[in-house]
């Protein structure tokens, strides 16, 4: 990340636009050569591999973003704890409905430890949206992260099922239903 920080503004903007571009590539499941991430981002290929030696950096920048915007969406000032957590939770289905392609794409060339950051972001903030929604009152206090953690690789694991979505809506309601305070 420090590394980020130090980009220069145009290669932070070549940077973004790799990024983007592979995020969308990877969200439709479409099958490119590694070289040809550069002309969809609008780059040459040094500059591709200058930021991402690798089809797998590249998987990985794209994961940690997402996972990053994901924890990001669940932090709304606005909105109760309790409110937080039903919309993180809900909108983990539409997250993972979204990115089945860049998924398919970690498994095949990802580094465990990268998906293990992933999911230690992911679990650091349920853990929290978790703990401040207990303090609200808005759920059981005595319900542990890891029984959510399940739940939801549960979810993501399942997500070649044929009726996926709507299995997974409701297990999110079930899930959501057993967390609420009595």
């Given at each position: 990340?420090?590394?980020?920080?130090?980009?220069?503004?145009?290669?932070?903007?070549?940077?973004?636009s790799?990024?983007?571009?592979?995020?969308?590539?990877?969200?439709r499941d479409?099958?490119l050569?590694?070289?040809?991430f550069?002309?969809r981002?609008?780059?040459?290929?040094?500059t591709?591999?200058?930021?991402?030696?690798?089809?797998?950096a590249?998987a990985?920048?794209?994961?940690e973003?997402?996972v990053?915007?994901?924890?990001?969406?669940?932090?709304?000032?606005?909105r109760?704890?309790?409110?937080n957590?039903?919309?993180f939770?809900?909108g983990?289905?539409?997250?993972?409905?979204?990115h089945?392609?860049?998924a398919?794409?970690?498994a095949a060339?990802?580094?465990p430890t990268?998906?293990?950051?992933?999911?230690?972001e992911?679990e650091?903030?349920?853990?929290?949206?978790?703990?401040?929604?207990?303090?609200?009152?808005?759920?059981?206090a005595?319900?542990?992260?890891?029984?959510v953690?399940?739940v939801?690789?549960?979810?993501?694991?399942?997500?070649?099922r044929?009726?996926w979505?709507?299995?997974?809506r409701?297990?999110?309601e079930?899930?959501?239903?057993?967390?609420?305070?009595?």
């Amino acid at each position: 990340m420090a590394e980020e920080r130090a980009l220069r503004a145009d290669a932070r903007r070549n940077r973004d636009s790799i990024v983007a571009a592979a995020r969308d590539v990877f969200d439709r499941d479409e099958q490119l050569r590694f070289d040809d991430f550069a002309a969809r981002a609008g780059v040459g290929v040094g500059t591709l591999y200058r930021h991402f030696p690798t089809r797998e950096a590249l998987a990985a920048a794209v994961y940690e973003g997402e996972v990053a915007a994901l924890c990001n969406q669940a932090h709304d000032p606005a909105r109760s704890a309790g409110e937080n957590l039903d919309i993180f939770l809900r909108g983990f289905v539409d997250y993972v409905l979204s990115h089945t392609g860049l998924a398919r794409t970690l498994a095949a060339v990802a580094d465990p430890t990268v998906l293990a950051s992933g999911g230690i972001e992911l679990e650091r903030t349920v853990a929290e949206l978790m703990s401040r929604a207990a303090v609200e009152g808005a759920i059981r206090a005595d319900v542990v992260v890891g029984a959510v953690m399940i739940v939801l690789h549960g979810i993501a694991s399942a997500h070649d099922r044929p009726l996926w979505v709507p299995e997974s809506r409701s297990a999110v309601e079930l899930l959501l239903a057993g967390l609420k305070a009595v």
